[in-house]
């Protein structure tokens, strides 16, 4: 992306990552949302095409309701797009929230699922991932998102990771292909695409 001329900025989300002593038991998804906001203050960036990759999503969708003026776009990357009033947990299987909510009545970090669900076969891929694959705060998939109009002028794309076998990416992926306002692609890759194909990666994400 820098060498098509872009200025790349990224972050480490609070609990997430080298910042992972950071989290509390209160860490929630506005503290996520506050992160990306005070990166972007503090960074001075405007006119900016937000990458919401995954969870991002959610994150990303929060951020442009917080600041639509520093957004010229918003690029959901196999991600999460939250409808007023919902929460990251309200979009998955059965299965997969009741073992969510167990993890938050012992107020516990949400485990990762297993990379195979996510369509990674590349053991290099594999071996990169595994050791910083770490908990998520719960609070963050169960915190809903009040919409309030501020970010409905902000031109969204969506891209679909066909490998990545989880029925909501499919689900949200539909749900925006059937919005006007909404550009969808579909790319032949897994869901962490961005370190297994960086090269289409950043093609897509400057296409889209």
Same mark, same amino acid.
């Given at each position: ?10 972050? +480490? *989300?609070? %609990? ?6 950071? !989290? $509390? ?6 503290? @996520? ?15 900016? +095409? *937000?990458? %919401? ?6 994150? !990303? $969708? ?6 639509? @003026? ?139």
């Amino acid at each position: 992306m820098r060498e098509a001329g872009h200025t790349v900025s990224a972050l +480490t *989300l609070t %609990g997430l990552g080298d910042r992972r002593r950071d !989290a $509390t038991t209160s860490t929630n998804l506005t503290t @996520h949302v506050e992160d990306v906001a005070i990166h972007m203050e503090m960074e001075g960036l405007d006119d900016v +095409t *937000l990458v %919401g990759w995954s969870y991002g999503g959610m994150v !990303a $969708t929060g951020v442009a309701e917080t600041m639509p @003026h520093r957004i010229s776009k918003l690029l959901f990357l196999d991600g999460f797009v939250p409808e007023n009033g919902h929460a990251l947990v309200d979009y998955l299987s059965p299965e997969r929230r009741a073992a969510c909510e167990a993890q938050a009545q012992r107020n516990e970090p949400l485990p990762p699922l297993p990379l195979e669900r996510f369509g990674v076969s590349n053991p290099d891929v594999s071996n990169f991932i595994m050791p910083r694959l770490i908990g998520q705060p719960w609070r963050t998939f169960f915190e809903p998102l009040e919409l309030t109009g501020a970010s409905d002028h902000i031109d969204r794309s969506y891209v679909r990771c066909a490998r990545a076998k989880l029925p909501h990416f499919e689900h949200t992926y539909e749900r925006m292909k059937g919005t006007v306002k909404v550009r969808t692609s579909v790319i032949d890759a897994d869901h962490f695409c961005v370190l297994s194909d960086p090269e289409m990666t950043a093609r897509i994400l400057l296409e889209a």
